[in-house]
């Protein structure tokens, strides 16, 4: 049947894609001086060992809670930005500039900054990551509420409905796709913000755990770090577009 | 029902209506055609009370309109659906917010659901049916909430043919068992005779009270009522003046006040009977 | 007489406000921002003086220090550094990464062969790789160069290849029915056809170039406007350093546009916004 057969070929496709890509870590590895880049199986015993002495589950730890705290924050405050900026004109107008002004800033190069105000810790990273996730979810939020189509605000108001029940009714929901796309993407920025916060601001996670391993030229350390990030961040956009794709299900077609 | 009086609306330097007066009776269907752009909307709306007019007054069961007031049912050309919601809460809405309790509302909107014919949908989102099934739950919408008033903005237009005609059937059936004021706006000429009980046709630039028509056509009105003579009469006159800009009230039929005996082949305007 | 009904602030309504209105709406709309602006900066101003210590960066000498570290030679050099390597970096990327994209639009094997690396670089935080990188390239320029490149590719080619899977088949239609020879169909129609997903993919590559650019010159000490702003913020000079980060904005609003424009006037068939 020429739908299986589409598949068949697709999934053999990233196979050999899989297969070629771990074949040539190997081939690469062996070849190379073991500072520069070690073979596949080695990387995998190198995580195995960091598993098992507890360096890595400890990172994770470190590294989730931070990013957890740091992206609900993003998240609750950039809708709750959002929706405000959206039903106060007076506030968007005041201070939308300055918001755009800021998320054109690189983060990273407020890091610095922030370590001389607050020090090394917890709550600087959180801050870190806060900044990195917040304004997607703001942007999109506020986009969403201020685009709800005057049609649909049209239909509450003939029914009299209070403001508070066209926000409930109309904005609300017609907001939250978008909301989700903004959740989307703070996942991947605070990911982002979370390895480089923890890069200059702690001695924990999975970021700091990278520096060390890089003063140590410990190689097949950092591969082994760089693929449980990598799976990370996999795992966390496939979530990102899943919860996306879910609430997209009723978006008003423009 | 509804009382129209010198209503005017202006943005900024343009006049879109101006000085609009027509009444409408208790269980009277008027419906109203024009050319594109002339303001139809306007005037609904200002019916309806979401907007406020420059000038002029709009009067429902004697009060004047100046919000969306109780008892007003509205019906949209694009539906205006709430997305979000089913079949059921779609209905349900006009009800909600008004804050009745669940029990309250499902047998109602379970009554309306089968006099509209959506049985069997109650769950489905409005992404999932049809054009004639979407504007089937938005009527049903406006009816729940019991309105002396509905007011329909091109109710139809985005449908196809079929569905257009099926749905004009059912909405007199409808009328049938609930009779109800109605303002009906559209740019089928056929539909508005089809419809109306009388016909407001709005010309000019500004928009004005070109005409009024009596339709004359009695109820039950089936779909043979297309071949009848007197709709031809009608709609023959309303095309020459809607289509054309031809013909002023004084022509065929002038001074006739709408009491008296029409002659077959000609309808009864009736402007500024007042 | 209004078109809004109480209680319904902030959001949009039918039909449209009156025109004639508009030129003293412009000038009140100026006054929200302005008068914003004016609270935050005496905000900090203020606050900053009287509980934070003294090196702590604040509006008023921020500005003071512009002119003089604009003049700074340690200034120019070091945003010339930064600047050149990240627009270097971008010239490699946008031509790497449109090519590679390309193919992997066009040729459903190598697509799917590749697809897997390119998503997955692209959902994780490329920052992660910078300290393989130094130990690869040393804390040299060439690390800060290899970042940025990598930075700015993946986007870029993830874009690229996004809209060459979605070309419009009835463009390749029509090259059928010419007989076009491959390349004139990758050159006239593959390329143009991408424009607006290359022009979306550059758009993040520029913001990401410069935060790879930054994290390197951090880490390993590297002339640039990065390590400009870690040693004035180490050595108690906060002023000076947020002057360089209004050069970072400046750069990142400057580049996303400029770059913007010259792929742009590069093809000029390109009609979209």
Not at chain 1, 41 to 55: A, C, E, P, V
Not at chain 2, 15 to 34: H, R
Request: hydrophobic content about 50%.
């Amino acid at each position: 049947m020429p739908l299986s057969d589409w598949r068949w070929r697709a999934a053999a496709g990233y196979a050999v894609g899989l297969i070629g890509g771990a074949i040539a870590w190997q081939i690469v590895g062996w070849h190379s001086a073991s500072y520069v880049f070690v073979p596949l199986t080695t990387t995998l015993d190198r995580l195995g060992q960091l598993i098992s002495d507890g360096s890595l589950p400890r990172a994770l730890a470190a590294s989730f809670s931070v990013y957890g705290v740091g992206v609900v924050l993003a998240i609750v405050s950039g809708a709750v930005g959002g929706l405000a900026f959206a039903r106060r004109a007076i506030l968007r107008q005041a201070l939308e500039p300055y918001l755009i002004a800021l998320y054109a800033v690189p983060m990273v190069a407020l890091i610095p900054f922030l370590l001389a105000l607050i020090g090394y810790g917890f709550w600087p990273k959180v801050i870190v990551v806060w900044l990195f996730a917040v304004f997607p979810v703001h942007f999109s939020t506020q986009r969403g509420a201020e685009s709800t189509p005057p049609e649909l605000i049209d239909v509450a108001r003939s029914f009299r409905s209070s403001e508070r029940a066209t926000w409930w009714h109309v904005v609300i929901p017609y907001t939250l796709p978008f909301l989700m796309t903004g959740v989307r993407q703070a996942l991947a920025r605070g990911l982002v913000g979370m390895i480089a916060a923890e890069f200059f601001l702690s001695a924990a996670g999975l970021g700091s755990l990278l520096i060390t391993q890089s003063e140590q030229f410990d190689t097949a350390g950092m591969l082994a770090t760089t693929l449980v990030i990598t799976l990370i961040g996999v795992g966390l956009m496939a979530i990102g577009r899943y919860i996306e794709a879910r609430f997209a299900r009723w978006r008003v077609q423009p | 029902m509804i009382g129209v009086k010198g209503l005017t609306k202006q943005y900024g330097d343009r006049t879109v209506l101006s000085e609009v007066s027509f009444d409408v009776a208790e269980s009277e269907i008027v419906s109203i055609v024009g050319p594109s752009g002339c303001g139809k909307t306007t005037l609904l709306r200002c019916v309806a009370g979401l907007t406020v007019p420059s000038g002029g007054c709009v009067t429902i069961a004697g009060r004047e309109v100046t919000e969306p007031p109780e008892g007003v049912g509205m019906v949209f050309q694009h539906f205006g659906l709430f997305p979000w919601k089913t079949v059921f809460g779609n209905i349900a809405y006009g009800l909600t917010v008004r804050g009745m309790s669940r029990r309250a509302i499902e047998p109602r909107v379970r009554e309306l659901i089968s006099l509209v014919g959506l049985e069997g949908f109650e769950s489905a989102y409005p992404y999932q049916l049809s054009g004639g099934m979407q504007q089937r739950t938005g009527l049903a919408r406006a009816l729940a909430v019991e309105p002396r008033v509905l007011v329909m903005d091109e109710p139809f237009a985005s449908l196809d043919a079929q569905t257009r005609d099926l749905l004009q059937l059912e909405l007199l059936r409808i009328y049938q068992q609930r009779p109800t004021a109605m303002i009906f706006v559209t740019h089928s000429i056929d539909e508005a005779v089809l419809m109306g009980d009388r016909i407001v046709i709005l010309n000019g630039h500004p928009s004005q009270v070109h005409d009024i028509v009596d339709v004359g056509i009695e109820r039950p009105r089936e779909r043979a009522v297309v071949d009848s003579e007197r709709f031809r009469a009608v709609r023959d006159y309303l095309w020459t003046v809607v289509m054309t800009g031809g013909g002023t009230p004084a022509q065929p039929g002038e001074g006739r006040d709408s009491g008296h005996a029409n002659e077959p082949n000609q309808p009864t305007s009736r402007k500024d009977a007042k | 007489m209004s078109a809004t009904a109480p209680g319904h602030a902030g959001l949009r309504q039918t039909p449209a406000a009156p025109a004639g209105k508009a030129s003293r709406g412009r000038r009140s709309a100026l006054l929200a921002p302005v008068t914003a602006g004016v609270i935050i900066v005496l905000g900090w101003q203020l606050a900053a003086s009287a509980f934070a210590p003294s090196y702590i960066a604040r509006p008023l000498q921020t500005l003071r220090e512009f002119p003089a570290v604009l003049g700074d030679g340690q200034f120019l050099s070091a945003t010339a550094s930064t600047l050149l390597a990240v627009l270097e970096g971008l010239v490699i990327a946008v031509l790497a990464g449109t090519a590679i994209g390309l193919v992997m639009g066009r040729m459903r094997g190598i697509d799917r062969l590749l697809r897997l690396y390119v998503d997955s670089f692209y959902a994780m935080p490329l920052v992660a790789l910078v300290p393989l990188l130094t130990v690869w390239f040393g804390y040299t320029p060439a690390a800060r160069l290899a970042v940025v490149v990598i930075e700015a590719a993946l986007p870029i080619v993830y874009s690229v290849a996004e809209g060459g899977r979605h070309l419009d088949s009835s463009y390749i239609d029509v090259t059928r029915a010419y007989r076009a020879p491959w390349w004139r169909v990758w050159t006239g129609v593959a390329l143009p056809a991408s424009m607006p997903y290359l022009l979306g993919g550059i758009d993040l590559a520029v913001g990401r170039a410069l935060i790879g650019a930054v994290v390197v010159e951090f880490i390993a000490g590297l002339n640039g406007l990065g390590y400009y702003i870690l040693f004035h913020v180490r050595s108690f000079q906060q002023d000076k350093a947020m002057v360089a980060v209004c050069v970072l904005v400046v750069f990142a609003l400057v580049l996303r546009r400029a770059v913007g424009a010259a792929v742009r006037r590069g093809l000029p068939w390109y009609q979209g916004t």
